[in-house]
């Protein structure tokens, strides 16, 4: 498929989230320095002396320089995943990015499906192991479906857990979703599941229990359950899949979050 394309509140949050994040970070980069391999600061608040033109020197091989350059690859990690957004969105806008106001006031969030959630949900809790699992680098899945659209959330930077657990009182079931997906930036996550194989009877049905359920139970469609349809299971929809997460992802990003009273800042 192409490369992804964000709304523009998901790029905006994903811009300022970063360039908040890298304001915070200590910053530098990785030269020789008389033979040696070395860890140059040029910004950080534990060392004020340092700056672009006088960068602190740190070799590889020192303590400190072993601590600091985990910190620098971190920095330059997502200073590269800034520049990449930020070029992007020139491409796309003759304006600059608006700020965005963290932390972000959610709508209502009946079951309390933020970061803290994610991180507590225990995952691979699913019973059931088909005869011929889809072996990947995400662990052993059920499907190529499940495959493809865990490959999608990973080139999205979604992070997703995998057949984590939920009780549904409404249905008295205990269903394992297909993904936990965590939209970090706005300390939201929800359920994904991908539905499909409406060929088969008691999929069907365990689909219509599952519907019915997260509905009785007030988890909206398109905010803490999110559903991909896929009517022929042999050709997966990628761009549909990505436009279903993205699109529950942009409308969970209140308009008032954005601030754009700054348009005339210089990117």
């Known amino acids: 498929m192409n490369a992804i394309l964000f709304p523009m509140k998901v790029h905006a949050v994903k811009l300022e989230y970063r360039r908040l994040a890298l304001e915070k970070m200590p910053h530098g980069y990785f030269s020789d320095w008389r033979g040696k391999k070395t860890v140059f600061i040029t ?3 534990e060392m004020p002396k340092a700056n672009t033109r006088r960068a602190r020197r740190l070799s590889l091989s020192s303590k400190r320089g072993k601590l600091y350059s985990e910190k620098i690859n971190e920095y330059l990690h997502l200073k590269a995943e800034y520049d990449a957004l930020l070029t ?4 796309m806008y003759s304006f600059a990015p608006p700020r965005v106001k963290f932390p972000i006031k959610q709508f209502s969030d009946p079951h309390k499906m933020n970061n803290e959630f994610f991180e507590q949900a225990a995952d691979r809790c699913g019973s059931y192991v088909p005869d011929n ?3 990947s680098d995400h662990g052993d899945l059920k499907s190529k479906n499940e495959l493809m659209g865990a490959d999608l959330l ?5 992070p997703f857990k995998y057949e984590t657990e939920v009780y549904l ?3 008295d079931e205990t269903i394992n979703p297909d993904y936990l997906v965590n939209f970090y930036e706005i300390d939201r996550c929800a359920y994904l599941e991908i539905l499909g194989m409406n060929d088969k009877v008691d999929y069907t ?3 219509a229990t599952k519907v019915t ?3 009785k139970e007030l988890y909206r469609p398109g905010r803490e359950v999110i559903y991909v349809h896929v009517y022929d299971r042999n050709n997966f929809d990628r761009d549909y899949f990505v436009s279903q997460v993205l699109s529950a992802f942009n409308d969970m990003i209140p308009d008032s979050a954005l601030d754009w009273e700054i348009l005339s800042q210089v990117v």
């Open 43 to 45: 910004y950080d608040p």
């Open 169 to 171: 009182p409404a249905v």
């Open 213 to 215: 359920g997260f509905s």
């Open 88 to 91: 992007s969105w020139k491409a």
């Open 154 to 158: 990973k080139l999205m930077d979604i």
């Open 133 to 135: 699992p889809t072996v």
């Open 205 to 207: 049905l365990r689909t």
